[in-house]
Every structure is written in C-alpha cells, then in structure tokens.
C-alpha cells in the first residue's frame, strides 16, 4: 500500500513540474504527427512536430492595447502602409482607445501578420507554423487526435457555416482542449507564420510535377482525406491572405521553442 501511495505522489510531483516548465499562459503541445491535407510526397505522409509551447488563448484587444502603447510604429495612427492596410485595427475607437466596439476580453482582429509577429516577438515568442497550429488543433477536449471523430468535426463545420460578421465571444469561454488549450475553433481564424505555405509559383504548375494538383478543382485529387472540408476552408482562406491584410475575424496567438522558455 505505501509503495503504492509513494508511487501516485511521485506522479502528482511530475505533473506539478511538467505544469512549472510552461511560460505563463503558455500549453506545451506535441511532439506528434501532423497529417497534412496535401502530404509532402507520395510515400511522406505525416510531418514529425516537435514540442512546442503554445498561448492557451488568443491574444485579446487589452493585451494589443498594452503592446502598441509601448511601440509607437505598430499604432493605428502610426503605422506603415507596408504592414498594414486601411483597415488595421479599425475597430478600436482611436489608436490608443479601444471604445465600444472592441470588447477588452475580445481576440484582436484586424491585426496584419506583419503586427502580429511584432507582437510575438516582443513577448520573446513568434507565430506557430501552420503544422504546429494544425496539430494543437487536431484535438478535441480529450484526445489529442479527433480529426475521425465525426461530432467534432461537425461541430467545427457548423462554425464555418456561420456569418462572419456576427460579434465575437470573449477568449477563453470555451472547453480546453486535450492540451489546454482554447478557442482554436470557433471563434476566429488566426495567423500562421507560414501562412502562405500552400502557395508555390506559377513556374512549378507549368512544370507538371505533383505541386499542379493544389490547384484550382484539381486540387482535391491530391488531398490525403478528400472528407476533410474544414481543412480546405482553412488552407483556402489562409491562401488568400496577403501579409498586410486585416480581416474583422482573424487574430493570432503566439508560441515558443522549448528551449525559448
């Protein structure tokens, strides 16, 4: 009995420690497979990804607020047509005012990748790359996998059929995931580092090689799992981004290396 006893306190040190290594706010996700919807070769069909730390939350209008107050080139007033367009953070009242349309628990939106990866950079992270967002994402409140999980998955479309203009719910309202980690679905959709990564020039699809079927209809001939719609939508959508567009439903959360912690 004791030995037994010893042994569950011995468990109860170890997640007490594995909780200490965490940043504030941060989750430690992975290591684990990602499965890309077009894999990289015909025989590489998952993606090894390190741990990595991830913000249990997006980043909310206070905590951009507190960021632009510090940084002057990033305000709204202030900022260059280079990193942002017309419409960077277009929501806040005044530059440095945040008024009755930007909840202060609310995701900032209208941020350019350009302003979000300040942002990171400043708190001494960066954006995740897409398969690291991709595999926190894959979980569902209590497997670290649930992309053949049909109810979850439904659950995630029922989210894109909605309007994209209706108001947005306040961060950390929702269920943590497998890794503790919430509102990767449901509330906006969020930069990646590599957000363009699915994007190749027009040389290799006049070259006829593999990367010409994520083109156009074709592309779904080349996907690993042709009932993954979700996927689709996201690639699609994070295709469509230019590094200095702001979107009314698109935020950003930051991550770490390990060994940045």
Known sequence: MKRVVFFIAMIGVCIVAEAEVS??????????PYRPLYPPTDKEKEIAVDAFFLDRRPVTNTEFLAFVRENAKWRRDKISGLFADERYLSHWTGSLDLGPGADAEQPVTFVSWFAAKAYCESRGGRLPYEAEWELAAAANESSADAKDDPVWQRRILDWYSKPAGRPLGKVG??????WGVFDLHGLIWEWVYDYNAALVG??????????KLRFCGT????????NKY???MRIAFRSSLEARYTVGHLGFRCARDLEDK
């Open 202 to 211: 027009g040389d290799n699809r006049e070259q006829g090689g593999t990367e």
């Open 173 to 178: 309202r929702s269920v943590p995931n497998y």
């Open 23 to 32: 940043p504030p706010n941060m989750s430690r996700v992975g290591p684990g």
């Open 219 to 226: 592309g779904a001939l080349k996907a690993s799992d042709k």
């Open 230 to 232: 979700a996927d689709f």
